[in-house]
Each structure stands twice: as C-alpha cells, then as structure tokens.
C-alpha cells in the first residue's frame, strides 16, 4: 500500500466523513454508468455507525493530512428478531441459520457481519483493499470464526476483491426487491 495511507480504528470524530463516504457511493447516488466500479446498496444510519464504532468494529484508511479514504466494518450480528433490519440483512441472518460453512451452520459459529466497505475512487488500485483485509484478520481473528458479507451480483469489482483477495466464497445467491445478492463466508 502507498505509504500515505495508514489504517487505523475509526473514532466518533471520523464519523461524518465516513457517512458522506458511504453515500458518495452509494447505489442510488450513483449514474449507472458509475456502477461498474463497485457501489453501496444498503446505507448505514448515525445511530449504526456510533454502535460500530463503540464496539471497535470499524477501521478507517486515513491518509497524512487525516482524511478518511475508506473505511470497513467487522461486527457482531443483529439478532435476527431486532426491529428495523434491513431486508437485505434480515436475508443474511436467515440464510445464516441454514447454509454451513467449515461443516457446520453458520449461526452455531461465532461469526461476524462484514461490511460495509468502501474506499474512495482516488485511493482505490493502491492496497486498501488488502491492508483492510491484513488489519481486520489480526483484530478480529479470536473474537470470530468466521465472516460472512453480501455483494451484489451487479458489482464484478467487489465480487473479484472479495473473493481473490479476502479468499470468501459464494454459498448462496438470493434475491431481494429484484436485486440479487451473493451471499458470501470466510474464514477469519
Ligand atoms: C470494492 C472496493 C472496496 C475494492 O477496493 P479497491 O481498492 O478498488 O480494490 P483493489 O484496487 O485492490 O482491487 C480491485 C480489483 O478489482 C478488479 N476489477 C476492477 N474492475 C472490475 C470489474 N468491473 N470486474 C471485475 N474485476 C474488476 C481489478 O482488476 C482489481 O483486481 P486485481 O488486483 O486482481 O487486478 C472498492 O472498489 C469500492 O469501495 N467500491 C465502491 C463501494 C463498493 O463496491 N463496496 C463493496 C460493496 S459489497
């Protein structure tokens, strides 16, 4: 990774550079000839980003001057019956309790929600990616047996980096209001 770039855990104060970040991105904000480089398709609200961050689940790639460039969330499960899910994480959850991964269910695993991830256009091609995948392996890898993350199957981009850089591997396709997702686990 360049060497302007660090990855560190996000605080409060990074916050609201985070949020613009993720609705820059974001599926509905974006031309649909901005989509083929990855975009966002569920955004977070403050109260959610405020819970990440208190709980340590999200680190940030911050360059010399303190911007925030792009940030990944690594975090415990809602509990399925928690108001206000969205649908798309509803699915994950229930999938969750059915699919195996490692020979066992997934919902009898200590496992994590991966993501949302995102790294800024300027900053993209230059080993976030992975310097996120190395920093949050380290951080999370006795708190969690394993991750799981959805990808839309209308973003190439992210599907390449999440399956040969992060090694996760597709269990199931669903579909939710027309949209179809890849369902994706890994080991931490
Ligand atoms: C997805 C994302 C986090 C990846 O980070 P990144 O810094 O772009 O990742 P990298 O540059 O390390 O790797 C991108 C890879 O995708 C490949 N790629 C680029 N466009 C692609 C496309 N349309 N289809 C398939 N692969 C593509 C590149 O060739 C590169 O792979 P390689 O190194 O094996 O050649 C980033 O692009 C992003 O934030 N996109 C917008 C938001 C998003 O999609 N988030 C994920 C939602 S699930």
Excluded at 107 to 135: H, I, K, T, W
Aim: proline share 4%; charged share 20%.
């Amino acid at each position: 990774m360049t060497s302007d770039v660090a990855i560190r855990l996000a605080t409060r104060r990074d916050i609201a550079d985070m949020m613009a970040l993720e609705a820059r991105y974001y599926v509905g904000n974006l031309d649909p000839s901005e989509r083929a480089n990855g975009f966002i398709s569920n955004l977070q609200t403050q109260d959610w980003f405020t819970w990440a961050v208190d709980s340590s689940g999200v680190h940030g790639a911050v360059t010399d001057d303190g911007s925030v460039v792009g940030f990944i969330a690594v975090t415990d499960p809602p509990a399925p019956a928690q108001a206000g899910l969205s649908p798309i994480i509803q699915r994950v959850l229930d999938l969750a309790e059915s699919l195996e991964f490692n020979g066992k269910p997934i919902a009898q695993q200590r496992f994590a929600l991966r993501g949302p991830v995102c790294v800024d256009a300027a900053a993209r091609g230059r080993g976030v990616y992975s310097a996120f995948n190395a920093a949050t392996r380290a951080a999370y890898r006795e708190r969690f047996d394993l991750g799981v993350l959805f990808v839309s199957t209308d973003n190439p981009r992210s599907l390449h980096t999440a399956t040969t850089k992060l090694g996760a591997q597709s269990l199931a396709v669903f579909e939710v209001d027309s949209q179809r997702y890849h369902f994706l686990a890994f080991s931490f």
